[in-house]
């Protein structure tokens, strides 16, 4: 997946492990040349002139704010409820440092 | 195939439970007999809350309360609309048995105004798709001929409302979801300007794009529909800071000295036939009425489908980032690493559109490519963006079809997404830009695959920024010069 055509399937993989999708090598194989071909389709932006041109990121809104004051937030208990594995009033995953368990 | 709201829409059926023709709970059960009867066909709905929508309808009639202008109506709601304590899963794997814990905005007010919903509808994984296909659990089917594509994302909630199982349906609009599907099954959908509807608890997709669209059979009920749904809300920051319109303040407006600019590029050389003509009969019922036709251009036409799905994709690939097996539905264990999680949760929980979306929008995003693309897709909406500006310079609404073909069969386009990407090119425009635009059913023609058969067309006007009343009452205008949208699919069933 890249603008080259004759990219390599490793640009799906390295894209793949950035979005932390753990595709099998059967999707990489399957989803390089499907991209190749949007990306190609997509090729038409490359050609446009955008000299002088600002970025839209939204459709013209403005920074809001609020008084910086207190407010009740959600009780926890039914968001926990809903976590696939939760521990006291925490979500519960596996360790992130220093080993596995 | 027609249920239990053909020949009466949400203003009518309001008016009949208001001076005692039709009981709220009569209302609700025979829409929910209807739903549970058809959905193994159609797959409109997900889930039917039979249960909790009794219940709301036994307290509407219990209450004292001055009957809200939504009074009885029964609604259904996009699967990516969180409505407390029901399953909200986006069509997904991964959101399989979540339950929401808090209520969008949107479906508060329906149900403050007196709304009784009635269950939650299919949809394209994440609101991802032009057909329905992309569904984890199953496609919602075109009840005009059920071997066919309803149209998507928000294809359930289309469905229901054509099939007069339900006279109103909420879906969400990011490139033409309630737009296309309203097209392609004969009836009305509206995207709001951006920021007119609240997105709170809509689930999110591309966040400079979603907006919360009604489904209806009538343009009066889009009307209404907004004016309940509209309106500020703190807890959305990009929501405008604009009061909700009033539902039929446009009496006595008529068409006369309109200006409708029709966008040369919106009508191509390769439009389907059948879809030409049907909208160029609606161009002339507007002419008849006083209206003058205007040709505009929007010059950079061409480059809204790669602007659209490059920035779509690269929002998607962020807010998507959440669902990691951690505060949400399904989790996979990996080898017993937290990034193996992550990874095996999202591999096996997302469908294949969705794990494509997130790989353009992640490469779009990408160091090395990001100016390349994500940059160039911004500055590109941009020109997009001054298209329109110069166009509204010359008239009041613009006028083109909303969908290049009729409904197409199930499983045609699957397997190529560039021409799935394709069926949204006079949609995603407007998106880009945030303007309102909306679908009416403008006539039938038959698809390329069968010239006997007759699908329903549709025509968007679209207004500019901020303009959702005025667009809404040529809307109702045009409507009382035709008569396609009686029209409720009978049969179909290949």
Same mark, same amino acid.
């Given at each position: 997946?890249?603008?080259?055509?004759?990219? #390599?399937?490793?640009?799906?993989?390295?894209?793949?492990?950035?979005?932390?999708?753990?595709? #099998?090598?059967?999707?990489?194989?399957?989803?390089?040349?499907?991209?190749?071909?949007?990306?190609?389709?997509?090729?038409?932006?490359?050609?446009?002139?955008?000299?002088?041109?600002?970025?839209?990121?939204?459709?013209?809104?403005?920074?809001? #704010?609020?008084?910086?004051?207190?407010?009740?937030s959600m009780d926890p208990e039914p968001l926990l409820e809903?976590?696939?594995?939760a521990?006291?009033e925490h979500?519960?995953?596996?360790?992130?440092?220093?080993?596995?368990? | 195939?027609?249920?239990?709201?053909?020949?009466?829409?949400?203003?009518?059926?309001?008016?009949?439970?208001?001076?005692?023709?039709?009981?709220?709970?009569?209302?609700?059960?025979?829409?929910?007999?209807?739903?549970?009867? /058809?959905?193994?066909? =159609?797959?409109?709905?997900?889930?039917?809350?039979?249960?909790?929508?009794? @219940?709301?309808?036994?307290?509407?009639?219990?209450?004292?309360?001055?009957?809200?202008?939504?009074?009885?109506?029964?609604?259904?709601?996009?699967?990516?609309?969180?409505?407390?304590?029901?399953?909200?899963?986006?069509?997904?794997?991964?959101?399989?048995?979540?339950?929401?814990?808090?209520?969008?905005?949107?479906?508060?007010?329906?149900?403050?105004?007196?709304?009784?919903?009635?269950?939650?509808?299919?949809?394209?994984?994440?609101?991802?798709?032009?057909?329905?296909?992309?569904?984890?659990?199953?496609?919602?089917?075109?009840?005009?001929?059920?071997?066919?594509?309803?149209?998507?994302?928000?294809?359930?909630?289309?469905?229901?409302?054509?099939?007069?199982?339900?006279?109103?349906? =909420?879906?969400?609009?990011?490139?033409?979801?309630?737009? @296309?599907?309203?097209?392609?099954?004969?009836?009305?959908?509206?995207?709001?300007?951006?920021?007119?509807?609240?997105?709170?608890?809509?689930?999110?997709?591309?966040?400079? =794009?979603? @907006?919360?669209?009604?489904?209806?059979?009538?343009?009066?009920?889009?009307?209404?529909?907004?004016?309940?749904?509209?309106?500020?809300?703190?807890?959305?920051?990009?929501?405008?800071?604009?009061?909700?319109?009033?539902?039929?303040?446009?009496?006595?407006?008529?068409?006369?000295?309109?200006?409708?600019?029709?966008?040369?590029?919106?009508?191509?050389?390769?439009?389907?036939?059948?879809?030409?003509?049907?909208?160029?009969?609606?161009?002339?019922?507007?002419?008849?009425?006083?209206?003058?036709?205007?040709?505009?251009?929007?010059?950079?036409?061409?480059?809204?489908?790669?602007?659209?799905?490059?920035?779509?994709?690269?929002?998607?690939? /962020?807010?998507?980032?959440?669902?990691?097996?951690?505060?949400?539905? &399904?989790?996979?264990?990996?080898?017993?690493?937290?990034?193996?999680?992550?990874?095996?949760?999202?591999?096996?929980?997302?469908?294949?559109?969705?794990?494509?979306?997130?790989?353009?929008?992640?490469?779009?995003? /990408?160091?090395?490519?990001?100016?390349?693309?994500?940059?160039?897709?911004?500055?590109?909406?941009?020109?997009?963006?001054?298209?329109?500006?110069?166009?509204?310079?010359?008239?009041?609404?613009?006028?083109?079809?909303?969908?290049?073909?009729?409904?197409?069969?199930?499983?045609?386009?699957?397997?190529?997404?560039? /021409?799935?990407?394709?069926?949204?090119?006079?949609?995603?425009?407007?998106?880009?830009?945030?303007?309102?635009?909306?679908?009416?059913?403008?006539?039938?023609?038959?698809?390329?695959?069968?010239? *006997?058969?007759?699908?329903?067309?549709? =025509? &968007?006007?679209?207004?500019?920024?901020?303009?959702? *009343?005025?667009?809404?009452?040529?809307? @109702?205008?045009?409507?009382?010069?035709?008569?396609?949208?009686?029209?409720?699919?009978?049969?179909?069933?290949?």
């Amino acid at each position: 997946m890249s603008n080259n055509p004759s990219s #390599t399937p490793s640009h799906v993989r390295e894209t793949a492990d950035l979005a932390r999708l753990g595709l #099998t090598d059967e999707e990489c194989a399957r989803l390089e040349p499907e991209l190749d071909k949007i990306l190609d389709h997509f090729k038409a932006l490359q050609e446009l002139d955008l000299e002088g041109v600002e970025g839209t990121a939204t459709g013209g809104l403005q920074d809001v #704010t609020r008084p910086d004051e207190p407010e009740a937030s959600m009780d926890p208990e039914p968001l926990l409820e809903q976590a696939p594995r939760a521990v006291d009033e925490h979500y519960q995953v596996p360790r992130a440092v220093g080993g596995t368990e | 195939m027609s249920g239990p709201f053909e020949g009466i829409d949400a203003t009518g059926l309001r008016e009949a439970i208001l001076s005692g023709e039709r009981g709220v709970r009569e209302t609700t059960e025979a829409c929910l007999d209807a739903i549970e009867a /058809s959905n193994d066909e =159609l797959g409109a709905f997900l889930t039917i809350e039979r249960e909790s929508a009794l @219940q709301c309808a036994e307290e509407l009639e219990r209450t004292d309360a001055e009957p809200g202008p939504l009074h009885g109506i029964p609604v259904a709601l996009k699967a990516n609309l969180c409505w407390e304590g029901h399953e909200t899963n986006c069509a997904s794997r991964l959101l399989e048995g979540w339950r929401a814990p808090y209520t969008a905005t949107c479906v508060e007010r329906l149900l403050a105004a007196g709304a009784v919903p009635v269950g939650v509808t299919n949809m394209d994984e994440f609101a991802m798709g032009s057909s329905g296909e992309n569904s984890a659990f199953g496609p919602a089917r075109n009840p005009w001929d059920s071997t066919r594509i309803p149209g998507g994302s928000s294809s359930g909630s289309a469905v229901a409302v054509a099939a007069r199982l339900v006279p109103l349906a =909420l879906g969400s609009d990011t490139g033409g979801s309630v737009r @296309q599907p309203a097209a392609l099954c004969g009836i009305y959908g509206f995207k709001p300007t951006y920021g007119r509807v609240s997105r709170y608890g809509l689930v999110a997709f591309g966040s400079s =794009l979603d @907006q919360v669209s009604p489904f209806a059979t009538s343009a009066r009920d889009l009307a209404l529909c907004l004016s309940v749904i509209a309106g500020h809300d703190p807890r959305d920051s990009t929501s405008l800071k604009l009061a909700a319109p009033s539902a039929g303040a446009n009496d006595g407006a008529s068409l006369s000295g309109l200006r409708v600019g029709v966008p040369k590029e919106h009508f191509p050389p390769e439009l389907e036939g059948g879809t030409r003509t049907a909208c160029e009969e609606a161009l002339a019922r507007l002419t008849a009425q006083g209206c003058e036709l205007v040709e505009v251009s929007l010059p950079h036409a061409r480059y809204a489908i790669p602007t659209y799905y490059v920035v779509a994709t690269a929002e998607a690939s /962020s807010n998507l980032a959440r669902f990691d097996g951690v505060a949400y539905g &399904q989790r996979v264990d990996g080898d017993g690493s937290l990034q193996s999680m992550f990874a095996a949760t999202r591999n096996a929980g997302f469908g294949a559109e969705v794990k494509r979306r997130i790989l353009i929008g992640t490469y779009a995003l /990408s160091a090395g490519y990001q100016d390349e693309w994500y940059g160039r897709a911004t500055r590109a909406r941009t020109l997009l963006r001054h298209d329109y500006e110069e166009a509204f310079k010359r008239c009041d609404v613009l006028a083109a079809p909303t969908s290049p073909p009729v409904a197409f069969p199930l499983g045609e386009r699957a397997d190529d997404p560039v /021409s799935m990407y394709l069926a949204d090119i006079l949609t995603v425009s407007a998106s880009l830009a945030g303007l309102p635009a909306v679908s009416v059913p403008a006539g039938f023609a038959a698809p390329v695959d069968d010239p *006997e058969a007759s699908l329903p067309v549709g =025509l &968007q006007l679209t207004g500019p920024h901020s303009g959702d *009343e005025r667009l809404l009452e040529v809307a @109702q205008l045009l409507e009382a010069t035709g008569d396609h949208h009686t029209k409720a699919p009978t049969g179909g069933v290949a």
